[in-house]
C-alpha cells in the first residue's frame, strides 16, 4: 500500500494563478482532509470529505476550493494565488468517525508551495 | 483563538536524556489527545495518543501524562536519542459536531526536538 500520495511535491506560482493540488489515498477511508502548516502555527485544516460527493470547510477556508469526485482522490484548488498561501499543504485520510481513538489520521508527505 | 497552547517552541536534550513537551487546552468537550511525529520533509505520523478517563499511557520511551482538572498534556520521551530529533506536535479533538459525524484535529504549534549525541 502506498497510504497517502500527494502531487506536485514542489511548485512555485505567480500571484493570481490557478493549481490543483492531488491526494489520493488507497486504504479505502471514507474522511479525508486539507491542511496547512505554517512556521509556529501547527496544522490548519482548510476543508474536508466525509464521503464522496461531499466536502466542507475548515478552519481557514477562504481562497481554496475542493472536490471529491472519487472516494480515493481529494483535490484541493486555488483559483488566484495569493503570496499569503505560501505554505506546506498535507492531505490527511481517515476511517469513519467512531470512539476516540478508534481512527487515525494518515498524512501525505505534503506539497510545498510557494506564491511570488 | 489557539486552543491549543505548546510549548517549548523548540528543545534541545542530550542524548539519554528526558524530553518533556506540555501542552494545554481550553475546550473541556476535547475527549482524544493525540501526539503526531514529524520528520523533516515528511507527513505527521501519530507516536501516541491518550484519552482523559486515564492519567497516563505509556508505550516504550514514551509516556503522555494527563490532567483533567488543570487541562494539560504532556509527552516525555526517556532516554531520548538522535533519532528522535523530529517535530511533535500535541492535538485534540472532540465529540463530533452533530450531524457531520467529523473529529477534527485542533493541533499545538509545534515542538522542535533536537537531541545531542
Known amino acids: 500500500n502506498a497510504g497517502v500520495t500527494q502531487t506536485p511535491k514542489f511548485r512555485v506560482l505567480k500571484t493570481g494563478q490557478s493549481m490543483t493540488l492531488l491526494c489520493a489515498q488507497d486504504m479505502n477511508h471514507e474522511y479525508m482532509y486539507w491542511y496547512r502548516q505554517d512556521p509556529g502555527m501547527g496544522l490548519r485544516l482548510i476543508h474536508y470529505s466525509v464521503g464522496e460527493g461531499t466536502t466542507a470547510k475548515g478552519e481557514v477556508p477562504d481562497g481554496y476550493n475542493v472536490s471529491r469526485l472519487k472516494k480515493q482522490n481529494f483535490l484541493l484548488g486555488l483559483e488566484s494565488a495569493a503570496p499569503s498561501q505560501t505554505s506546506v499543504y498535507f492531505c490527511?485520510?481517515?476511517?469513519?468517525?467512531?470512539?476516540?481513538?478508534?481512527?487515525?489520521?494518515?498524512f501525505g508527505p505534503g506539497t510545498r508551495l510557494t506564491v511570488t | 483563538q489557539q486552543q491549543v497552547k505548546q510549548s517549548p517552541q523548540s528543545l534541545i536534550v542530550q542524548k539519554g536524556g528526558i524530553s518533556i513537551i506540555n501542552c494545554a487546552y481550553e475546550n473541556t468537550a476535547f475527549d482524544y489527545f493525540p501526539w503526531y511525529q514529524q520528520f523533516p520533509g515528511k507527513g505527521p505520523a501519530l507516536l501516541i495518543a491518550?484519552?482523559?478517563?486515564?492519567s497516563e499511557k505509556k508505550e516504550g520511551r514514551f509516556t503522555i501524562s494527563f490532567n483533567k482538572s488543570a487541562k494539560q498534556f504532556s509527552l516525555h520521551i526517556m532516554d531520548s536519542q538522535p533519532g528522535d530529533s523530529a517535530t511533535y506536535f500535541c492535538a485534540a479533538s472532540r465529540v463530533p459536531t452533530a450531524g457531520t459525524g467529523r473529529r477534527a484535529l485542533t493541533f499545538g504549534s509545534g515542538t522542535r526536538l533536537q537531541v545531542q549525541p
Open positions: 491518550i484519552r482523559p478517563d486515564v
Open positions: 490527511a485520510s481517515s476511517r469513519t468517525s467512531g470512539r476516540a481513538g478508534a481512527y487515525e489520521q494518515y
